[in-house]
């Protein structure tokens, strides 16, 4: 019998991968197959499953996500639901003759309208599954994987609109806010901060309260709604628990496991 020593070894190698542009998933619609212990057989986990698309292609792990139908049903729901409030806040923006506002709200709910599918947030890179393996989502429970190769950008939403400004290394929060006109920020006393895999952070923005953190590429900061309404109120609770659930870039690889815990290819 062959020692499992070398699969393990191997599905150990793919933790220290990071930052590797995505290449171009396989055209085929074959099954994808791992080999252990010399049998060739179809993947049944998540882990088994990147251990395959690895070898087929360079996995972009910090932009690795999962997706399901039964979340996408919930975040579709909320989806409808800020964008009916944001509506609703632009018209009383207008009818107050806050031009400027009306207009940013009313691109909000656009930007909202065209957003990329749903994911899962969350880590679901080999090492990380490897150190919780209580947390690894089932492999037929999930309708897609895949990755996204690393943006150049981070996503500003200001009371003004959506604004996308070039990353660059040492780039934080307070650098991005210096670099948005003042009258994008200067009502707002909290930001948001979404980071590609998820995780949300709350953080104080004006001078009383002021906080810092470090923006990665593909990062996603939504500024306070300077309006005292319980709608507003809302939007600020709930527009970054959904764009925690958007895809953390433009260019992305989606593979999509059937019923038999096969793994396909599908289009980007």
Do not use: K
Not at 179 to 202: F, M, Q, T, V, Y
């Amino acid at each position: 019998m062959r020692s499992p020593l070398p699969f393990a070894l191997g599905l150990l190698a793919l933790g220290t991968l990071a930052f590797d542009a995505a290449a171009t998933p396989p055209a085929d619609e074959a099954p994808v197959t791992i080999e252990i212990q010399g049998r060739t057989t179809v993947a049944t986990t998540l882990l088994e499953a990147w251990s395959a698309l690895s070898q087929q292609a360079r996995v972009n792990w910090p932009f690795a996500y999962v997706g399901a139908e039964r979340t996408d049903i919930a975040t579709r729901q909320m989806q409808r639901r800020l964008r009916a409030e944001l509506d609703g806040l632009a018209m009383q923006a207008r009818l107050q003759r806050q031009t400027g506002l009306a207009d940013g709200l009313g691109e909000w709910s656009r930007a909202l309208d065209a957003q990329a599918p749903a994911r899962i947030p969350g880590r679901v890179d080999p090492s990380w599954l490897m150190a919780h393996p209580r947390h690894m989502p089932a492999l037929a429970d999930l309708d897609r994987v895949g990755w996204c190769e690393t943006p150049s950008w981070v996503e500003a939403w200001t009371p003004q609109g959506v604004t996308r400004l070039d990353w660059h290394p040492g780039m934080t929060t307070e650098t991005l806010l210096n670099a948005l006109p003042e009258a994008a920020r200067a009502e707002s006393e909290r930001l948001a901060l979404i980071d590609p895999r998820g995780g949300i952070r709350r953080l104080g923005m004006a001078a009383w309260n002021r906080q810092s953190a470090t923006l990665v590429p593909g990062s996603r900061v939504v500024l306070q709604l300077p309006l005292d309404e319980v709608s507003a109120r809302w939007v600020d609770a709930r527009l970054p628990d959904f764009l925690a659930t958007r895809l953390p870039g433009d260019t992305c690889h989606t593979f999509t496991p059937d019923a038999a815990s096969r793994l396909t290819t599908a289009t980007d």
